[in-house]
Structures are given as C-alpha cells and as structure tokens.
C-alpha cells in the first residue's frame, strides 16, 4: 500500500508544478545602465548594474530588453515596447530598472541619455526622459504590477544646476498596482559602491535571487541592508500602491518543490542597525481575511444597481429605467433592466411602453473611479397607443446598441440605439447608481 502511495505522489506532483507554473503572469523587463557619458564625467557602475540586473530577471523568467549607454530616441522606443508587451494581457507583471545620470527640475524627475546636449534647464523637457511619461506609460499597460527601480540618485551633472536640486524628487502621480523604489530618499546622493555594482543594486541582487520571497519583502531586505552597510547614511525610498501578494520568481510552495529553501545568511549590520521595540502587550489576534486574488480586482468590475430618467426624443418622450449590472469577467459585464416610458409627444394621443431588455458590455476603467463602457443586446417592447378613435398596442423585439460612462461610481450617463429593423429610436439618459465594492 505505502509503495502505491509513493509512486500516486511521484506522479501526480509534477503535474500540480507543472498547473502551478502553466497559471504564472507573463513577466517583461526593461533594463537600462548608461555610464558612458559625452559631455560629462563617467560613472563606473550603470553598466554593470544593468547587466547584472538583466541576468537576475532573465533567471526568474523575465523577458528582457538591455540597453547600454543608450541615447534618447533607443530609450523611449524601449518604453513604449515594454508598454505594449505588458498591454496584451491584464495578468502580467512588468519591471522597470535605471542606472545612471537622473535629475529633478521643479519637481519632475528626468533620466539623461548618454549622448544627450542641455546646456540648460529648458531643454530637459525635450532631451531627457521624463520619469513620469514611464509612469504614465505603464499605468495605460492596465496590467497586475508594475516595479520600478531607479538607481538615479546622484548629484547633478550640469553647471546650471540649481542649488540643492540633488536626487530625484518625490513621486509624483503614480500608477495603480505599482511600487516605485528610489536607491536613496528622495532629494539625497546615493553612493557609487566600491566594488562592480552601485552599494543599492548590489544589495538588490541577491534578495532578488532568493527564491519564494514576496516583492514587497524583496524591498524591505534591500532598503535595511542598505541603511546598515551605509552605517544610515543611505536610506532607500519605497513608495508602494500594490496591496496584493506577488513573487517575481517561484511562489513558496514551488521553491519548495523544486530547490531546497536556502537559509537567509546573517547580517550583523543589519542587525544592529534595527532597534528592538519594548515590550508591549499583544492584542487579541483578528480573525485573518482571505486576500482576493488579482484577476477579481473590483476596479475592472462594475456590479451596480440604479435608476436613471431619460427620453428618446418621440414616442415615448419620457423614459425611467430600473437597471443592474454583474461582472462574470474582466474587463465586462451584463446588464439586465426595464424601460418605462410614457408620452407621445402628442396631446390627442396618449402613448404608454413597457421594454425589459438585456446588454452584455466591454468595461474600460479609468484610473481612480468609473469608465467607459460599449456593448450591444435586446429587448421585447410592449407598447399601447390611445387614439380618439381607438386604443392600438404593438408588441415587438428591438436590438440594441448602447454606450456610456460611469462618473465617480455614482452617475452613469447613457445613450442607446435600438431597431426593430423598420425603424430606429434612440434613448439618452441620466442616472444614479450604486457600485458594490
């Protein structure tokens, strides 16, 4: 019987990996190390930060994309490249690495091509990447996580340079489901390192080898063995909008399956360097939540319910609709409701309708709250006339087409064509809903 077990188990626990890795995102990298500046003085480790980095992404299964010592034009065409990479699917992460020259002027953060000519502030605008135009790109993506890293903290490279504008700025707008880490706090100067990597990136690199640790983690290691090696002189910045749970390489379970968990080795810099809080009594332990999974994000569903008013412009002249909407996917929804209208626009003709309808509509959210919406569907109308001579119903199927926008989760605004394919009529309507979170 314990043989028969074994060999179920030798049989059937390659083929749970096997699912486990089949599920994993599609992962894309973008990594960039300019050191060898005209113009200006060199920097010795970009170079190498970036090909150390591309090998340690390569390894956990990253596609990436190496630039070295690369000029304007290369930078922003590899930026829209990783963009639309990440764009095909919702379910992929991207990671974004810089080594070299970056600059802040106002508040805006620039990274400098190796070939780039600003003899003054001005042209920054037009001869440099601007850091937000990256953000801004990886936000359209609309995918699971994006990571930034930018070992970009040094100081100034140009005479005009105003004084005091060292490192980079604080983030400014920054994109949902991303984190965003800076080698040094925002507005300080981070150390080159002594050896082939910048201190920060050499401290990144074996945390980001280590298999089955979790992003947010693989950041708070590399931030505290940077504060301590530095003796607090440098102090990481990591700026964090992703609540979810990721691993760039093998989650736990798969590490465990196919590599023996190597033990982290001890740091007795960083352990001096954390100060041991005092005893406080423990609270009684909440009752843990399940995490929701990434793919049933709410923000790319819109379950609502509402009423809005509307016309169609004739019969009928006024219109009341009772509506509700479920996400069976991403990025969709269906949508079930009924049209009440009344008025013919006529004195001598009363005009009463009944439409109960059905929609199945493409969703695409915005940033924070709402989005746009388009789909197409049908209905059975049940419509009644009184003339003077006599009372007169129709009852007919019509086909429709409608689109709209949901403001701020609470106002949707809609316009619907329908067709019982003799005639057409329209509907635009106002309305109140309620979106459940």
């Not at 992962?27 to 591309?54: E, H, Q, T």
Request: with cysteine; proline share 7%; hydrophobic share 40%.
């Amino acid at each position: 019987m314990m043989k028969k077990t074994l060999a179920l188990l030798m049989v059937l626990l390659p083929a749970v990996i096997f699912a486990q890795q089949v599920s994993a995102p599609n992962k894309f990298a973008l990594v960039i190390g300019n050191g060898n500046y005209s113009g200006m003085g060199a920097l010795a480790n970009p170079v190498n930060d970036a090909r150390d980095m591309a090998a340690a992404l390569e390894s956990l299964g990253f596609t990436v994309e190496r630039l070295l010592d690369a000029n304007l034009e290369q930078m922003e065409s590899a930026v829209t490249q990783l963009k639309n990479r990440l764009s095909v699917s919702g379910d992929t992460y991207g990671f974004f690495f810089y080594a070299g020259h970056g600059v802040q002027s106002y508040g805006e953060n620039y990274l400098i091509p190796t070939d780039a000519n600003i003899p003054s502030e001005n042209y920054l605008r037009n001869r440099a990447v601007s850091v937000q135009l990256v953000l801004d790109e990886l936000n359209d993506a609309r995918n699971s996580l994006n990571v930034v890293v930018l070992d970009a903290c040094r100081d100034n490279p140009f005479g005009w340079s105003r004084s005091g504008s060292r490192g980079l700025a604080i983030v400014g707008r920054q994109p949902a489901d991303s984190i965003i880490v800076y080698a040094t706090s925002a507005g300080q100067r981070a150390s080159d390192g002594d050896g082939r990597n910048g201190l920060f990136t050499s401290q990144l690199l074996p945390n980001l080898k280590m298999p089955g640790i979790e992003v947010k983690e693989i950041f708070n290691r590399t931030g505290a063995d940077v504060a301590a090696i530095s003796g607090r002189q440098q102090i990481p910045a990591v700026y964090n909008q992703f609540f979810g749970t990721a691993y760039l390489g093998s989650p736990p379970e798969i590490a465990a399956t196919t590599t023996p968990a190597i033990p982290e080795p001890p740091n007795p810099a960083r352990e001096a360097a954390i100060v041991k809080p005092s005893p406080m009594p423990l609270p009684t332990p909440a009752k843990p939540k399940t995490p929701k999974r990434e793919n049933d994000s709410l923000a790319v569903r819109l379950n609502t319910v509402g009423l809005s008013l509307g016309s169609s412009f004739a019969a009928p002249v006024g219109i009341s609709t009772l509506r509700g909407t479920f996400s069976p996917a991403r990025y969709s929804f269906a949508e079930i409701g009924v049209d009440v209208g009344i008025g013919s626009g006529r004195t001598d003709i009363e005009y009463t309708s009944i439409l109960p309808y059905a929609h199945y509509a493409f969703f695409m959210p915005f940033a924070e709250k709402g989005g746009w919406y388009a789909g197409a569907g049908g209905g059975y109308m049940f419509a009644f006339y009184n003339f003077p001579e006599g009372d007169f119903s129709v009852n007919t199927f019509a086909a429709s087409f409608t689109a709209g926008v949901n403001l701020l989760d609470a106002i949707d605004i809609s316009y619907t064509l329908r067709t019982d394919f003799t005639t057409i009529s329209n509907k635009l309507s106002v309305g109140w809903v309620y979106r459940f979170k």
